[in-house]
Structures are given as structure tokens and as C-alpha cells.
């Protein structure tokens, strides 16, 4: 006798719609096998489209910079939003003379200085303020209540040797006054962000130790000379630069509705930057030099942010691919 089949547990095609994706009952469930993303027709169930998840490594440093081309600050955490870890590259300055953003990469001894934080720039948006360190010691504060702070810009002036001055980012539109400004020659455009490439900038542990090797285990390749924001521990895997296995996928991490997305991967062509002393480091231009020769100075990727998120020290690091890529 054949039995009936048991149809309480079939779904009709109009009931399957009701049904959340595999992607929004959330991937933290998943992580470490292979998963599908469940589509329904008319005739039942169907499969789109086939995902990997990699765990590639765990959040190994966590780095800010408030100040464009000082040296940062280490963190435990931080928010990553649309314009890249909160509070990143919120200041700058500029040099009065030409108008130019100043980058360590032509005024090294911007990387004599250090930023921190001393609030929140989430939550004390309006007033938050950011220490700035020098070399002996003395400390200046900035305010974003009050941005265009002249003893703060004659300080760093007196400490470069050329006339400079604090600049915040601003996201606002600018107003019909300023607009006018800027079209006699009068003002500069108001900068919306201060990155050189994209908001979200990585590099792995494991890159960093080929590069050592390739340059005899002489050169120190201490990931602050690349100033990323997320350092990604990989581990032992050591054979090569590992950043670039991951130029066709999207990296996650953090847990939850917590989870940050990074989209866009693309190399990061290095600079003198990496040469210059900071700290105990010494000036080294085999740095550059031996990216330069086995990568053609790419070292690193620059990324978007595809989802807002939390990450933290520890966090595990997945690669997501799409089944249909080689």
C-alpha cells in the first residue's frame, strides 16, 4: 500500500511568499557552509542563486584617524556607517598659501602628530572634540562647535613652519552666500570627505608577513605605515598578497542586525607614506620599494560600505561569494 503524502507540511505557492529569504532569516546562522537563497514560481520551489560564506580571519586592529595624515587611535569598537568608521578623517588641514589639502605624504612630519577622540562623534555630533598630541608632549583641542579655531590653527602652523588651518568635513549644502563666495575666487568648496580613495580602507596580517619575507626580514612592516582602518588577522596563510582573493566577493562581520558589509574591493596603490618615520618606526624606503617590485605598489584594498554595522576585536571576517563567479 502506497501512503498518502503528508500534505499538512507542503506549502502552496501563494503561502511560500510569506516566507522570509535565507538572507533576512540572517547569515549568522550560516556562516561556515555553503547556503542558498530560496525563489518560488508558480510550479514550487526554485534556487536563484548560491552563496559561499569564508571565514577568512578575525578582526585583528581597529584603527581612526580624526585628523587626515596625523596618526590615530586604537580601538576595541567602532560604528561603521556610509561615511566610513564614525569619525575618520573628520578634520584636515589646509594650507593658506595654495589652498591644497596638507597629506604626510609631501609634509611628513604631520605623522609627529596624534589625534584622538575625546568624545563620541556619534553621539556628541554637535560639540565633539578631538585631541591633538605633539611631539613633547603638549596637547590643543578642536571643537566642532566651533571648527575655524585660530589658536589651534596658529599652534599647527608653528609646528609645520607654513601657515595652515583646521578644516571639518561638512556634508550640508552650502548657501547661496558661500555659493557666491566660491564663484568670485573668495572661499574654497567646503570638502565632503577627506579620503584619497574610498571610506573603508583594510589590509591582512598575512599580506604584511610575505611582504617582510620578500624584503629579506629586514624591513619592519608594522600595518600602522599603511594606516588602514581594519586590520584582518589571517592567521598563518602567509603566501602571497591575500587581499586580492578577495577583489570579487564582499567581506561581513560583526553579529546580528550588527553586521557591517564591505562592497567594493579594490587594490590600494601605496605611497611614500609608508617610508616616513612615525613613532619608534624609522625611515624605510624599502617599504614602498618591495611593494613596488613583486605588486607593483599594491598592498592592501580600499572598500565601500555596504551595510552599517558594529566591529569589534575578534569579531570572525567571511568572504560571501556568488556561486557563479570563478
Known amino acids: 500500500m502506497v501512503p498518502e503524502p503528508n500534505t499538512h507540511s507542503l506549502l502552496k505557492p501563494h503561502e511560500v511568499s510569506d516566507l522570509p529569504s535565507v538572507k533576512d532569516a540572517g547569515f549568522a546562522l550560516l556562516k561556515g557552509r555553503e ?26 586592529g581597529i584603527w581612526r584617524y580624526p585628523v587626515k595624515s596625523m596618526c590615530g587611535e586604537r580601538l576595541s569598537a567602532a560604528t561603521m556607517t556610509p561615511h566610513g568608521l564614525a569619525g575618520d578623517r573628520e578634520w584636515a588641514l589646509r594650507e593658506t598659501a595654495y589652498g591644497g589639502i596638507v597629506s604626510a605624504r609631501t609634509w611628513p612630519a604631520m605623522l609627529q602628530l596624534r589625534a ?17 598630541e605633539f611631539p613633547d608632549g603638549a596637547t590643543i583641542s578642536i571643537d ?19 601657515e595652515v588651518r583646521l578644516e571639518r568635513v561638512r ?10 563666495a566660491i564663484l568670485r575666487g573668495d572661499a574654497l568648496p567646503p570638502a565632503r570627505d577627506f579620503f584619497d580613495e574610498d571610506v573603508i580602507h583594510l589590509i591582512a596580517t598575512g599580506t604584511l608577513a610575505h611582504l617582510r619575507a620578500l624584503a629579506g626580514g629586514i624591513s619592519d612592516f608594522d600595518p600602522r605605515r599603511f594606516r588602514a582602518n581594519i586590520i584582518i588577522d589571517t592567521g598563518a596563510e602567509t603566501g602571497g598578497f591575500i587581499e586580492d582573493g578577495w577583489l570579487d566577493g564582499i567581506l561581513e562581520t560583526g553579529e546580528g542586525e550588527a553586521t557591517a558589509r564591505i562592497v567594493g574591493m579594490r587594490p590600494a596603490l601605496r605611497c611614500a607614506i609608508t617610508t616616513h618615520p612615525q613613532g619608534e618606526l624609522p625611515h624605510d624606503p624599502a617599504i614602498l620599494r618591495t611593494a613596488w617590485q613583486f605588486h607593483q605598489a599594491y598592498a592592501g584594498i580600499f572598500a565601500a560600505v555596504g551595510a552599517e554595522g ?7 571576517v567571511y568572504l560571501e561569494r556568488n556561486g557563479n563567479r570563478s
Open 116 to 132: 584622538a577622540w575625546i568624545d563620541d562623534p556619534l553621539s556628541d555630533a554637535g560639540g565633539a572634540r578631538v585631541r591633538i
Open 144 to 162: 566642532a562647535a566651533a571648527p575655524e579655531d585660530p589658536a589651534a590653527s596658529r599652534a599647527l602652523s608653528a609646528f609645520l613652519g607654513r
Open 171 to 180: 556634508r550640508e549644502p552650502i548657501t547661496a552666500a558661500e555659493r557666491e
Open 35 to 60: 547556503v542558498r537563497d530560496i525563489g518560488y514560481d508558480d510550479s514550487g520551489i526554485e534556487y536563484r542563486e548560491r552563496q559561499t560564506l569564508k571565514r577568512i580571519g578575525i578582526v585583528g
Open 310 to 316: 558594529v566591529i569589534r576585536m575578534g569579531d570572525p
